[in-house]
């Protein structure tokens, strides 16, 4: 069993990015994952300072807001799903925020022992997802995580639900 935190960067609550979430998390759950989701839209979360203050102090950040939370959760997890639909060609503001002000959880963490695994999952009304596959690819070649899959594309929520039953 794993546990997996969802990261959804989605502005709508109910939108075609939540039904891809909603179906990744049956698929997980029925393979006896824990699934928790935070909703980044909901969540007060200031941008990176750019301060290095947690590269100074063991990972805090001079910030207090919802980052907390985030925090807390990926220290929990093992799996770090990110949701979310294209903006601009890739990831939505509330998301890239949230990856941006992970720099102080790794500083925490150590970026070396810092071991997760993840997917993708993204909607647009197009299909050029390539900035957002490259965004994404660089993250986790820095990081040296797992990558479980992506979903590029609405009403794909077969795919999602067979990538979450996959993890174990």
């Known amino acids: 069993m794993k546990k997996i935190l969802i990261l959804n960067g989605s502005p709508r609550k109910n939108g075609k990015t939540a039904a891809l979430v909603k179906a990744f998390t049956e698929g997980a759950e029925s393979s006896g994952n824990e699934v928790k989701e935070l909703y980044l839209q909901g969540m007060k979360i200031g941008g990176c300072l750019a301060c290095e203050a947690c590269s100074k102090n063991g990972g805090q950040c001079v910030q207090k807001d919802d980052m907390?939370?985030?925090?807390?959760?990926?220290?929990?997890?093992?799996?770090?799903?990110?949701?979310?639909?294209?903006?601009?060609?890739?990831?939505?503001?509330?998301?890239?925020?949230?990856?941006?002000?992970?720099?102080a959880e790794f500083n925490k963490l150590g970026w070396g022992g810092f071991n997760r695994e993840t997917a993708l999952l993204m909607t647009a009304r197009g299909d050029f997802y390539q900035q957002a596959l490259d965004f994404y690819g660089i993250f986790i070649n820095m990081m040296n995580w797992k990558n479980w899959g992506t979903v590029l594309g609405s009403e794909k929520e077969d795919e999602a639900r067979k990538i979450g039953a996959s993890i174990n």
Do not use: H
């Open 68 to 103: 907390s939370k985030v925090n807390e959760a990926v220290e929990w997890c093992d799996v770090i799903v990110f949701a979310s639909p294209m903006y601009w060609g890739t990831i939505t503001g509330q998301l890239k925020i949230t990856v941006d002000r992970l720099y």
